[in-house]
C-alpha cells in the first residue's frame, strides 16, 4: 500500500536504500524532475532537484539516471546533458541508453519496418493539424499527440482520430497514454525494461526508482524489496511511497543523499 512520505521525517524504507551498497537513483522526468509545462521541449529540472541529482551522483557506489518516454535527442536537450556527464539516460521508455564513460549504448530489438514511421507522421499531422492545442511529438521510434493546452472536449477527438488511425493503419505499434499525452511506438519495451537495464549495467543492489505517470508503473512493477517505489502526484500506484510533487522529490532527494553521505563519513 502506498504511504506518504512527509519530508523531514525519517522513514525506515528511504534508510534501507540509502544504505544499500550499489544504489541507482532512477527518475522519471516530466512531472517528476521537471513540473509539466505547456510546451514539452521548454520542460528543465527544478534547481532544487538538479542541485541534488549533482550531488547525489558525486557520492560513492551512486549513479543517477533519468528515465523517460522523450528520445534520447530530446532528452539530452531537456536535462542539459553533456557528453561528460555523471547522469544516466534511458529514452523511448528504455529503447535508449546513455551511460557515463561510455555514451550511447548499442541499439537492440527488432528494426522499425522503413518508411513506416514516416508513414505514421504523414496520416497523423494532418489530424492533429486540425485541433487547436494538440501538438505533434517525433520520436525515434514513433510519435506523441500532446493535448497540454488543449480543452479535454478536443483532448478526447484528437486522441479518437489517433486512436483509429493506429488500430487501421498501425495496430501491432505500442499504444501508451499519460498525462495529457497520447504515444505509439514501433517498440514494446517499457520502463520495466530500463530497470533491468541499469540494474545490470550498474550492478545495482537497490534502484529508488520516482514517477508521476501510467507508464511509470511498468517499472514499479518489477522493482524488488531491496528497491524503492516513489509516486508523485496522485493516481493508482504500486509504489512505497508517494510524494506530491517535483518539489518534494527535491527535498526526498536530498533527505537520501544526507543520509547516505553520513553512512559514508
Do not use: C
Not at 564513460?101 to 513506416?116: F, V
Not at 493508482?236 to 543523499?257: G, K
Amino acid at each position: 500500500m502506498t504511504r506518504s512520505w512527509t519530508p523531514g521525517s525519517p522513514d525506515a524504507a528511504l534508510s534501507a536504500i540509502a544504505a544499500t551498497p550499489r544504489l541507482v537513483v532512477a527518475l522519471d522526468f516530466d512531472g517528476t524532475a521537471s513540473p509539466l509545462v505547456p510546451d514539452p521541449m521548454a520542460a528543465r529540472a527544478l534547481p532544487e532537484v538538479a542541485e541534488q541529482v549533482a550531488r547525489l551522483a558525486e557520492l560513492p557506489g551512486t549513479v543517477v539516471a533519468y528515465v523517460s518516454g522523450r528520445s534520447m535527442h530530446d532528452l539530452r536537450v531537456i536535462t542539459e546533458h553533456t557528453d561528460d556527464s555523471l547522469i544516466a539516460l534511458a529514452g523511448s521508455h528504455g529503447a535508449q541508453y546513455w551511460y557515463p564513460g561510455s555514451g550511447d549504448a548499442d541499439a537492440t530489438g527488432p528494426e522499425t519496418a522503413a518508411g513506416e514511421r514516416e508513414a505514421l507522421w504523414a496520416a497523423a499531422r494532418p489530424i492533429i493539424d486540425r485541433y487547436e492545442g494538440a501538438e505533434f511529438e517525433p520520436k525515434t521510434f514513433g510519435m506523441g499527440v500532446h493535448t497540454r493546452t488543449a480543452t479535454p472536449e478536443i483532448e478526447q477527438q484528437v486522441f479518437a482520430e489517433i486512436d483509429a488511425l493506429a488500430a487501421e493503419r498501425f495496430p501491432h505499434w505500442r499504444r501508451r497514454a499519460g498525462h495529457r499525452v497520447l504515444e505509439f511506438s514501433s517498440r514494446t519495451e517499457g520502463k520495466d525494461a530500463a530497470m533491468a537495464a541499469l540494474r545490470q549495467h550498474f550492478d545495482a543492489t537497490g534502484i529508488l526508482f520516482a514517477g508521476d505517470d501510467v507508464t511509470d508503473e511498468d517499472a514499479m512493477r518489477v522493482l524488488t524489496a531491496d528497491d524503492l517505489g516513489v509516486r508523485v502526484g496522485p493516481g493508482e500506484s504500486v509504489a512505497t511511497l508517494r510524494v506530491e510533487n517535483p518539489q518534494e522529490i527535491a527535498l526526498l532527494l536530498e533527505a537520501l543523499a544526507d543520509e547516505r553521505a553520513s553512512q559514508r563519513e
